[in-house]
């Protein structure tokens, strides 16, 4: 398999500006996942899909994040009105069902300034 | 809830020497365990797993973990450290059905020639 594959690598935004990651699964996987993880902490859980529908969303992705699947295959990520506090790595993994273990990505590093 | 506990953020081994990294957990439900390693500006790679079975997984790079359910404990050990070793390690642990991983914060690993 070619792993998992995110875009961009960095991002640099200004506070408030609108920014959208962008991450392709393993090509059979069902499962995808979002996690946040800031500096010194280890991740934490944003969301899951299974095929195209968002089956959990955490408590952590508030009303300005979004999370899509069009279609099953890949995911975006969109948060709005970016703040510091938004400054993190998001890491997208994936899973198939049956297999118990998720792979991750390279993960997106968000600079907010 | 699920959750992780590993203690002392920074590790220091010298090379050739044990690297021992502990992790607790909290489950209510069997859990699954998993350490992962996880490279400066990288994300994730999966180490080891413990789902069922023999309670001492080995993993790759020469890591093992032992699942002690009396201690509610996932230990990671290795019996010779090398340079290669030095990156930040997190234990995570979820269950059947449960979609998401909880992390532990942590231990980064530095070795000393």
């Known amino acids: 398999d070619t792993g998992v594959s995110q875009d961009p690598r960095h991002k640099i935004t200004k506070r408030g500006q609108n920014v959208t990651f962008r991450c392709d699964p393993i090509?059979?996987?069902?499962?995808l996942y979002w996690y946040r993880q800031t500096l010194g902490q280890g991740p934490e859980f944003l969301t899951y899909?299974?095929?195209?529908?968002?089956?959990?969303k955490s408590r952590l992705l508030s009303d300005r994040f979004s999370a899509e699947r069009p279609k099953g295959s890949f995911s975006t990520l969109e948060i709005q009105r970016t703040e510091q506090g938004d400054s993190a790595m998001y890491l997208c993994?994936?899973?198939?069902?049956?297999?118990?273990?998720?792979?991750f990505g390279q993960g997106t590093r968000l600079t907010v300034v | 809830a699920q959750s992780v506990t590993q203690l002392g953020s920074h590790v220091s081994v010298s090379e050739g020497a044990l690297v021992l990294l502990r992790c607790n957990y909290s489950?209510?439900?069997?859990?699954?365990l998993f350490w992962y390693v996880q490279y400066p500006n990288q994300g994730l790679q999966l180490l080891l797993k413990y789902t069922t079975g023999a309670t001492l997984v080995k993993g790759i790079n020469g890591f093992e973990a032992e699942f002690k359910k009396s201690e509610t404990s996932f230990h990671l050990t290795k019996p010779s450290a090398h340079m290669s070793d030095a990156a930040e390690y997190f234990c995570?642990?979820?269950?059947?059905?449960?979609?998401?991983?909880?992390f532990g914060k942590g231990n980064q690993v530095v070795v000393i020639p």
């Open positions: 899909f299974q095929n195209e529908a968002q089956l959990e």
């Open positions: 489950s209510s439900v069997p859990p699954y």
């Open positions: 995570a642990v979820s269950s059947y059905g449960n979609n998401r991983l909880a």
């Open positions: 090509s059979e996987h069902n499962r």
């Open positions: 993994a994936s899973s198939s069902t049956g297999r118990i273990e998720a792979f």
